[in-house]
């Protein structure tokens, strides 16, 4: 399929960040799709496989064709470092999807995801891809660890507090997620009745997005972020919101407009960011359906001294896909908007 001169691959489209990265790169005017891999659906037309995506004339393939200008890779970990390293060895720009580049040290990330990395020296390379905090090193990256959906979703949410030194002591995340977020292979926690008209928290001892946002919010902090992270998976298909508390510097706390005050301050620390809209209520899920947004509502808990943040976004687009198209638009001197203007789908 023929559209603009950057030819773009895609490993493993047969999963949900892979096929929706096509949907959104389908119109993108600068970039032709060129190869699609998927091991399940190998030699099969990506249009049958996939009607929803206007039945595009190209087979999926085992294996990548050559001559790629960037490939994203939407394994799941492990598989996906192996993928992307000989492709880096080439000279091929990547955006990997999975979490194999975002965590900086090896012995942290062998803890959380119990497997040794084929190769550290590209942990210290890699930029961490949440592109409104990471804009330069983004634009001249050649690997982008693109960020985990909950993490997405915190960090966007905590950053302007931590930058501007409005909070410390104890962060609580408390997300929930709608079950895409798991991916596309059936288990018995993702069964329909399992999930529906049901709620629960998993991950209690620790989630594997817990290090990650930590790591991020430490890059931003005084004194290392002492973090509780916690998970819930609820009964829709996409999207996350994520509800962060912590405590307010004891200065902050003294100013009876400390609301508006840090209100403002998250407008002007977003304002040059597109995907980031500061709500003047708290925002839902459905607002971000299909979109690039990340929605954020800071407000103060007077009675306790605490900030509360709410952010919300869609796990596959701002949390996956559309984040990766955001990030390969810088890499290769687009408009960082460019195929991400679409609205939600709403209701
Ligand atoms: N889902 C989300 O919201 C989300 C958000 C951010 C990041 N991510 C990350 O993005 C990556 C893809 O996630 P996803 O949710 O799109 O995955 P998914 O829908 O669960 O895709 C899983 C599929 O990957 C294929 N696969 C598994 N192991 C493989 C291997 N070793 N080699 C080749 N193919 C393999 C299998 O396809 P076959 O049936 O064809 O074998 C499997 O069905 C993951 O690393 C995930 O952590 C996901």
């Not at 069964?191 to 001892?205: D, G, I, K, Q």
Request: hydrophobic share 40%.
């Amino acid at each position: 399929m023929k559209a603009g001169n950057l030819k773009v691959g895609i490993i493993n489209v047969t999963g949900y960040a892979g096929c929706e990265l096509v949907r959104i790169l389908r119109h993108h005017p600068e970039v032709e799709i060129a190869s699609v891999t998927g091991r399940s659906a190998a030699g099969q037309p990506l249009g049958q496989v996939f009607p929803h995506l206007d039945n595009m004339e190209m087979d999926i393939t085992a294996d990548l064709c050559d001559e790629l200008d960037l490939v994203f890779s939407a394994l799941p970990h492990k598989a996906s470092a192996e993928a992307c390293i000989p492709l880096l060895e080439q000279g091929v720009k990547v955006v990997d999807i999975s979490a194999d580049f975002r965590l900086k040290q090896a012995d942290v990330y062998s803890q959380w995801y119990g497997v040794d990395h084929p190769d550290p020296t590209y942990l210290e390379e890699a930029v961490y891809g949440l592109t409104e905090l990471n804009r330069d090193a983004v634009a001249d990256a050649r690997l982008v660890a693109n960020p985990g959906c909950y993490p997405s979703s915190a960090i966007l949410a905590l950053a302007p507090a931590i930058r501007h030194g409005l909070i410390s002591g104890d962060i609580i995340v408390d997300s929930k997620s709608g079950v895409s977020g798991a991916g596309r292979t059936l288990s018995m926690t993702t069964h329909f009745s399992e999930v529906n008209e049901n709620v629960m928290a998993y991950s209690v001892n620790g989630h594997r997005h817990l290090p990650e946002i930590s790591q991020e919010l430490d890059t931003m902090s005084d004194s290392p972020v002492n973090l509780t992270f916690l998970t819930h998976l609820i009964p829709m298909t996409r999207g996350i919101l994520s509800s962060c508390y912590a405590p307010l510097n004891p200065d902050v706390a003294q100013d009876p407009d400390a609301s508006e005050r840090i209100r403002q301050l998250y407008l002007d620390f977003y304002a040059d960011d597109a995907f980031v809209q500061v709500t003047n209520a708290p925002p839902q899920t459905k607002q971000t359906l299909g979109n690039n947004h990340c929605l954020v509502y800071p407000v103060v808990d007077s009675r306790t001294n605490r900030l509360i943040v709410i952010s919300c976004l869609d796990n596959l687009v701002k949390g996956a896909a559309g984040q990766a198209v955001q990030n390969m638009n810088l890499m290769c001197g687009f408009p960082e908007e460019m195929s991400l203007e679409a609205l939600a789908v709403y209701p």
